[in-house]
């Protein structure tokens, strides 16, 4: 099992910028993508982010251009540099990290972390 631990998270007005770590219990070199989510209230958790055991990296729509994700293999952490923050980018930020154990893909999530962007 893989514990994760969000931290970053904080008020910021739009524009701003804020970066979110992700700290996992164990060596993340060999977990096969990690990803971060986040949640609105009222909505459904949305895919922000993914970077892969390749470190290729993928971005919903809304992200792209303005949010950065990162994974170090030293630190066994995953981050999410986020810039020109909009009042859109408020709610919990989750990261999640999907490996294969025992030939089945697993899931681990964090408890998330609160943004909220003021206009």
């Known amino acids: 099992q893989v514990q994760l631990v969000e931290s970053g998270g904080g008020l910021v007005q739009a524009g701003g910028s804020l970066r979110l770590s992700c700290a996992a219990s164990?060596?993340?070199?060999?977990?096969?993508?990690m990803r971060w989510y986040r949640q609105a209230p009222g909505n459904q958790r949305e895919l922000v982010a993914t970077?892969?055991?390749?470190?290729?990296?993928t971005y919903a729509d809304s992200a792209k251009g303005r949010f950065t994700i990162s994974r170090d293999n030293v630190k066994n952490t995953l981050n999410l540099q986020m810039n020109s923050l909009k009042p859109e980018d408020t709610g919990v930020y989750f990261c999640a990290a999907y490996t294969y154990v025992g030939g089945s893909l697993s899931q681990y999530w964090g408890q998330g972390t609160q943004v909220t962007v003021s206009s």
């Open positions: 164990k060596s993340i070199s060999g977990i096969t993508s």
């Open positions: 970077v892969n055991s390749l470190n290729t990296t």
